[in-house]
């Protein structure tokens, strides 16, 4: 069974796939052709796996249980305060890109921030969560992310790379 840790890493892995598919739409606008279906289903993507799954998972539950812990780890200038500041960053930035106005240029900005992001998340949370959480507190997080998860949502949104994958 995939411990909390686990679950968030998997969901990296998705959203970095979400990122190459990104990138390579940028590279089809800088050659002149802006393909508006395939965006726009990236920045559902991006706005209902990573912001509203992903993140709620993170922001919610992970971090809230971290802050309950230690409150040391609050605080804008902590590196849980950068992962938030990063989180508010991204979304700006699937703003701008759902806009279309700077698309290649949004998208490179998107790609190196979840790229960087999700290197520093895949780093800090195992080290987090096994320093300061015993085993039924991990089991805990584990079932809280599992209540929170709608499965038939969740299939649909990575259908939707497979989608993306197949028009290009
Ligand atoms: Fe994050
Ligand atoms: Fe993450």
């Known amino acids: 069974m995939m411990d909390p840790v686990e679950i968030l890493k998997e969901e990296h892995r998705n959203i970095l796939r979400g990122v190459d598919l990104l990138d390579r739409l940028a590279r089809i606008a800088q050659k002149g052709e802006l393909l508006v ?34 409150e ?14 990063q989180h508010v ?14 698309f290649s240029d949004d998208a490179q900005d998107y790609g190196s921030l979840i ?19 015993d085993t039924s507190e991990m089991e805990q997080l584990r079932v809280k992310f599992l209540e929170v998860e709608d499965l038939n949502t969740t299939a ?13």
Request: proline share 3%.
């Open 37 to 70: 279906d395939p965006i726009d289903n990236m920045v559902h993507f991006f706005r209902q796996y990573a912001d509203v799954g992903h993140h709620q998972k993170e922001e919610d539950l992970l971090f809230t249980a971290l802050f309950e812990k230690d």
């Open 72 to 85: 040391t780890l609050q605080g804008e200038f902590s590196p849980i305060g950068e992962l938030q500041a």
């Open 115 to 133: 790229r960087r992001h999700i290197e520093i998340e895949d780093t800090l949370f195992p080290e987090l969560v096994v320093s300061r959480f």
């Open 156 to 168: 649909k949104l990575l259908a939707l790379l497979d989608t993306v994958t197949y028009s290009l």
């Open 89 to 102: 960053e991204g979304r700006r930035l699937v703003g701008r890109i759902s806009a279309k106005t700077s």
